[in-house]
């Protein structure tokens, strides 16, 4: 009897306690714990989407019922209910997290794969929507109301399976390196061209941290991407690590071996003092210039010493500067050499000036929270001197320590338009900054012919002239519909449009001033340009490429090995049938017809002969072989490129090398055209200056020689890719 009362009371307990677990204060504990992702096991491959819906729902349908009790802190209104599947099975995907633009909350799919997002009262002009989930890509989709999109009440997202993959990270003795961080980003080679569109897959950059084994793994990258992503492994005990996934090391990836050795980099100390030989305590010390992923950064102690460990050295002169930057001091730097790294580095700083400004609108009233950065005149003269700030409430900004040199600025905030390049000098005067409203531009496109409004066009706002762009971002290009157009100018000094459309020529136009003023733009339908792509046998070629060059949208045409660089090619473009023919769709007024095919060779022809044989006649590839020479000497180790022009470009990488030990070089997939040779000499992490230019003419189908005659050399330097 008593036994029976005890486990009676013991069950009561366990039920009154079930309830507190289950009730409605811990509803949404009880959905994240059910809609937690499942975790990578070693030697185990990812659950699949099907068995975590299983799982779930063995769990309890509770998740399901949860998800759509709204928590009493939602606001009242419209949402979007999105569902996440699943690529190829469309099976839904729980616990994926929905995040919109418009809040930070985010939102957790059910086991039907269905998650709702509450919208602001009317449409933002922008809204956007990403999807996420361990073991899947994730998804972006956005909507525009300057396109006329408006953002429905269901939508579908759907997720690329990924593909498990891993490694491990040790020391150069081999011992296991535990909480260093592995970071995965998405990379765009030279061929391929990056997506812009508004519902598109998104590999988004992922961290993570090697274990007490020195092991990682990740599990949201698709497997036709991997060779599309960059693993960068950093610890602060060690000289960073980075490499471009490739095809021999996907075997250890996907095993989850690939091995990753961290080195300790180079160091460098020193004392940091006044003209009197006075400590500065607090000095900020960085290694590296701006932007770059070497960079390093220190103080220096109430001493004035500082030490920076494991740098990794740049590959070039320019981005081994140590600079130094305190209160009321003029900054200093120094380039690292072999004297010097590991060694000591010491630094006498000057008084420095103050630059001082008041930012406002056009009212003269103050702007808080701009912000303001020195802006670097070109990579080429990058002296690794950074610095930012924000105005106060008063919208006054103020440099304490800067050069007693004009200094260029860039200025900018939520709904002002952007200033670049303010020059600025150093006074006792307050300088005065004027920012303006961002300002939108509106206006119709139609046909010129037949005055009716063109369904889908491409509008860029550029600074420059109707006659030339000067500067330009092509990430600014927005696609419209049905011949209207509202675009918002977040650059002060956009002074044109260029508009462009499929079958119409590409047309420059003048922004009004006056803002209400629209644009009118009447596109000239384009010709077809057809034709038929023979080699120089007169056999036609399948396979083709072929690309039109114009002076009007200023398109460029890039060349690699035998095709064109997809990516950096922005002119109109096709590709020959099985039976050597092409029509192309031109936006431009034809000077060139250029083709391109790796075994049938290369020509650029006068548009003008072609509209007379309406034949594109290819010339077999030359090869060009030469040695780099000083004088009379032979030498070797330089960095060589071959370039080209009129509208035509060389592929960076495809057409750069080093003469090796000898001083003899070559080059393969030459076109029949003049040349130019360019001695590059480092000057940036990712620039270079071109010294010793030469023209020579290359020969079709045949090897051309040279001895490429350089006025001084570059030190010999490793051939490796940068």
């Known amino acids: 009897m008593r036994r029976s009362f005890a486990v009676g009371i013991v069950i009561l307990v366990l039920l009154l306690a079930g309830l507190l677990y289950w009730g409605p204060g811990t509803r949404e504990q009880v959905v994240e714990k059910i809609a937690e992702p499942a975790r990578a096991v070693p030697e185990t491959q990812p659950v699949a989407p099907e068995v975590t819906n299983a799982a779930a729902e063995a769990e309890g349908k509770i998740l399901a019922i949860e998800n759509k009790v709204e928590p009493a802190n939602e606001p009242d209104g419209r949402y979007l209910t999105v569902h996440v599947v699943s690529k190829g099975t469309q099976t839904p995907i729980a616990g994926a997290n929905v995040r919109a633009s418009t809040s930070t909350r985010s939102n957790l799919t059910d086991v039907l794969g269905i998650a709702r997002v509450w919208l602001p009262e009317t449409d933002p002009d922008r809204f956007q929507l990403q999807a996420s989930r361990e073991g899947f890509s994730g998804w972006l989709s956005i909507w525009e109301k300057s396109k006329g999109e408006k953002i429905p009440t269901e939508h579908t997202m759907v997720l690329d399976p990924a593909t498990l993959i891993g490694g491990n990270v040790v020391d150069a003795t081999g011992r296991p390196v535990p909480e260093a961080d592995v970071r995965l980003g998405r990379i765009w080679r030279g061929n391929e061209t990056m997506d812009r569109s508004n519902q598109r897959l998104e590999i988004r950059t992922v961290s993570t941290k090697t274990d007490a084994a020195g092991r990682w793994t990740a599990n949201h990258v698709p497997e036709e991407f991997l060779e599309k992503i960059q693993i960068t492994v950093t610890h ?239 990430s600014s290009e927005r696609e419209f519909k049905n011949g209207a157009f509202e675009l918002a100018l977040d650059e002060k000094d956009h002074s044109v449009l260029r508009i462009r459309a499929l079958g119409f020529l590409t047309k420059m136009f003048a922004i009004p001033k006056d803002e209400t003023e629209p644009v009118e733009a009447y ?91 309406h034949v594109l006649r290819l010339q077999p590839w030359g090869r060009l072989e030469g040695r780099t020479v000083v004088g009379q000497t032979v030498v070797g180790g330089q960095e060589i490129m071959m370039n080209l022009k009129d509208g035509l470009r060389t592929d960076f990488q495809s057409f750069r090398t080093f003469s090796d030990a000898t001083g003899k070089f070559a080059f393969e997939f030459v076109p029949p055209l003049p040349v130019s040779l360019v001695r590059l000499e480092p000057a940036g992490e990712a620039s270079w200056i071109h010294r010793d230019a030469t023209n020579i003419a290359a020969a079709a189908g045949g090897v051309t020689r040279v001895d490429y005659l350089l006025s001084k050399t570059n030190s010999p330097a490793p051939r490796t890719e940068r």
């Open 236 to 474: 602060p005990d060690y000289a960073r690590a980075s490499a471009m996934v490739n095809a021999e090391m996907l075997p250890e990836l996907r095993a989850q071996t690939w091995l990753v050795t961290l080195k300790e980099g180079a160091r460098i100390s020193g004392l940091i003092t006044t003209t009197n030989g006075e400590a500065i305590a607090g000095a900020d010390v960085s290694y590296g210039v701006q932007y770059s992923a070497d960079r390093k950064q220190t103080a220096s102690d109430a001493a004035g010493r500082y030490e920076l460990r494991n740098l990794a050295l740049s590959s070039f002169a320019r981005g081994q500067v140590v600079t130094v930057m305190a209160k009321g001091f003029m900054p200093g730097s120094q380039n690292l050499n072999k004297t010097n790294v590991n060694g000591e580095l010491n630094f006498t700083l000057q008084a420095g000036a103050t630059i001082r400004g008041r930012v406002v609108n056009v009212a003269n009233e103050p702007l808080k929270g701009v912000r303001v950065s020195r802006e670097q005149n070109s990579p080429l003269e990058d002296d690794g001197v950074v610095w930012s700030g924000q105005t106060d409430s008063e919208g006054r900004f103020e440099w304490d320590g800067a050069p007693n040199s004009p200094q260029a600025f860039y200025f900018g905030a939520g709904g002002y338009a952007q200033v670049r390049n303010r020059k600025l000098a150093p006074s006792e005067i307050e300088h005065l900054i004027t920012l303006e409203k961002t300002r939108t531009v509106k206006g119709f496109v139609r046909n010129d012919r037949t005055r009716d409004a063109i369904p889908v066009f491409l509008v860029m706002p550029a600074s420059g002239s109707v006659e030339r762009m000067t500067r330009w971002s092509s």
């Open 523 to 613: 596109l000239t339908p384009a010709k077809k340009m057809e034709g038929v792509v023979v080699d120089a046998n007169g056999t036609p070629v399948a396979g083709a490429e072929i690309a039109a060059l114009g002076d009007v949208s200023r398109p460029s045409i890039v060349l690699g090995k035998g095709r064109f660089n997809e990516r950096q090619t922005d002119a109109d473009k096709t590709v020959s049938d099985e039976n050597g023919q092409f029509k192309l769709d031109v936006t431009i007024d034809v000077h060139f017809l250029v083709g391109t095919h790796p075994q049938g060779g290369f020509t650029q022809m006068d548009s003008r002969d072609f509209e007379s044989t």
